[in-house]
């Protein structure tokens, strides 16, 4: 697994939750919650694209306001994704600020607000120039849970019980496709844009047998030759897969709510789940709509993930943390993947 992101919880376990993914060789980020985030610096926070808020409970939303301060006044773009009545959320928060001074601004920030429904998604958009009333409100289809997609990256989500609705999230990387350039040159194919377009047909997933020509040089003459995509991937392309993070807080376990979370954390490199629970308080669990240990531990076995990170453990447990890996590992165990252990 190749990969070009990094993921890593803002707090510790006993903190509020929260997950940034830098991405190495941009200057980018994705934020998942938005909890306490003082440990993050301004100069972290501008980088931020999208945020995915799982729901507005405090400790997941009280970071809007950390967030709105470092990035305003700046020219940029910021879409926040979350659950039902988060445009409402996101319009409150902004309504309790006085912004008659925007227009000495020059530079304007623009939110894009995504919520997140069964069978849709309503966008709406919050400008400081128009002192961030809402404007541009849009209807628009969920196809298989797709939030976000990219050239490099696909977010999906989906709605969980938590007695609101509770958004989990997965975040695949796509293929890395890399040209060989030592079998660039053995081929005699001169270098050009028809290898980003031969690397789009390759994450595109086009059939082997579709023909691409090739420019070359034969005897100091430009040629162009035809060969098959299937070639070309043996010959001149290295392809490797990128990394898979699940996302999970905040939620009940129960048959549903595991198939909807298993379906969407399949196979993850990284599972981070939250783990509010020890593993004899399943009833307490139950109740209070959240996760225990074992229940995260069973989640990520039966999913087949790499490794487990816990997080969002209850403070009353304070002196219990290891409790919490241990009794998660046992869970999880029976597996190759390993658990993150914080000490
Ligand atoms: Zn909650
Ligand atoms: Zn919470």
Redesign the pocket.
């Known amino acids: 697994m190749k990969s070009a992101l990094n993921a890593s919880l803002i707090n510790d376990p006993f903190g509020d ?1 929260g997950l940034i993914v830098n991405f190495l060789f941009q200057k980018r980020a994705l934020l998942f919650d938005l909890g306490d985030i003082s440990a993050l610096s301004n100069a972290e926070l501008l980088k931020v694209s999208h945020v995915f808020v799982s729901h507005t ?1 405090i ?2 939303f009280i970071g809007f306001d950390r967030l709105l301060r470092a990035v305003f006044g700046r020219e940029k773009t910021l879409t926040l994704f979350g659950p039902e009545n988060f445009i409402k959320n996101v319009e409150g928060k902004l309504a309790g600020f006085t912004w008659n001074l925007v227009d000495r601004y020059e530079e304007s920030l623009t939110i894009d607000v995504v919520e997140v429904k069964e069978e849709k998604l309503i966008k709406s958009s919050f400008r400081a120039i128009d002192k961030f009333q809402q404007t541009g409100k849009k209807e628009v289809s969920f196809p298989n849970g797709v939030l976000l997609e990219d050239s490099s990256l696909v977010v999906r989500a989906a709605i969980l019980e938590h007695r609101v609705p509770c958004l989990g999230f997965s975040l695949e990387e796509k293929l890395h496709v890399n040209i060989n350039k030592g079998r660039l040159e053995t081929m005699q194919a001169v270098e050009g844009p028809w290898l980003n377009d031969l690397k789009q047909l390759v994450l595109e997933g086009k059939p082997d047998d579709h023909s691409f020509d090739v420019p070359c040089r034969r005897d100091g003459k430009s040629v162009i030759e035809q060969f098959t995509l299937g070639q070309l991937k043996e010959d001149l392309v290295d392809i490797s897969p990128g990394q898979k993070i699940g996302y999970i ?2 939620t009940v376990y129960n048959e549903p709510n595991k198939k909807r979370i298993i379906d969407l954390i399949r196979s993850s490199d990284i599972f981070f789940c939250e783990s509010p629970f020890l593993a004899d308080e399943e009833a307490r669990g139950k109740e209070r709509c959240h996760l225990t240990s074992h229940q995260a531990g069973t989640l990520a076995r039966e999913a087949g993930v790499k490794q487990l990170n816990i997080f ?1 453990f209850s403070r009353k447990h304070m002196p219990h943390r290891e409790r919490f890996y241990n009794e998660a590992e046992l869970a999880f165990k029976g597996t190759t993947g390993t658990l993150v252990s914080k000490s």
């Open positions: 939750p409970h400790d997941h807080v905040d969002h």
